[in-house]
């Protein structure tokens, strides 16, 4: 079946740090790959998405590429700020219906 | 645009009571919602999709007799949590797609922590 997997955090990070957070998936066929953000308390954002291979996504300051050679989603931000600390996840969602399958989760925690 | 509520935000109940959990589309019309379940530090589970004036469509391992959801008009879902026990504790979160917000993306509810006693 589909699935994500993405590094296991916490990434812990001091303010002005590059964040790279890996993501990988294994899906047949063309999925929409997504970046969400769950900051504390709240539910999930959409941060950012891409729809076809070599598609980047940005949004705030964070890009992602989708690499269907190596099956890739990976997030990076050249230099976060204190409030970029949340949980983020990598999602698929297949072509055929809306179902998304998220990966675990990385926390990221900037300090200042 | 394409905001999606949950109502309430955080509720505590006693063993063996039941809890409901509003899903609201609050600019858009959303022909399919969708229930998670989120455990401490731990990833989405998916619980169930509802399409408006459906049956909903539980996961697999979801006791649909247990999570009693029901999508009757586009803008409203809810989640009935049926004699609730301390397990039932966690943030559960909607989604929401269709209409002008388009059904290619889900839009997410701020969840609700419920707490069993």
């Known amino acids: 079946g589909d699935s994500v997997t993405q590094m296991e955090g916490p990434v812990t990070l001091s303010e002005e740090a590059f964040l790279t957070i890996n993501c990988t998936y294994t899906a047949t066929g063309y999925p929409s790959l997504f970046w969400y953000v769950q900051y504390p308390g709240e539910g999930l954002q959409l941060l950012l998405k891409?729809?076809?291979?070599?598609d980047k996504g940005s949004n705030k300051g964070f890009e992602a590429t989708y690499r269907k050679e190596t099956t890739s989603f990976h997030l990076e931000k050249g230099s976060v700020q204190v409030s970029d600390s949340a949980v983020y996840f990598c999602a698929l969602k297949k072509a055929a219906g809306n179902k998304l399958t998220f990966g675990g989760g990385t926390r990221v925690l900037v300090k200042p | 645009g394409a905001v999606v509520s949950q109502h309430p935000s955080r509720v505590i109940c006693k063993s063996g009571t039941s809890v409901k959990i509003e899903c609201r589309s609050l600019d858009f019309q959303a022909t399919t919602m969708f229930w998670y379940r989120q455990f401490p530090k731990q990833s989405l589970m998916l619980m169930a999709t509802s399409n408006e004036g459906s049956k909903a469509t539980y996961e697999q391992g979801v006791e649909k007799d247990k999570f009693l959801i029901n999508h009757a008009s586009l803008t409203l879902s809810t989640l009935t949590v049926t004699s609730a026990h301390p397990e039932d504790s966690s943030f559960y979160i909607c989604?929401?797609?269709?209409?002008?917000?388009?059904?290619?993306?889900?839009?997410f509810g701020p969840g609700t922590r419920l707490t069993v006693l």
């Open positions: 891409a729809t076809k291979a070599d």
């Open positions: 989604s929401a797609s269709g209409g002008l917000a388009g059904a290619n993306e889900q839009f």
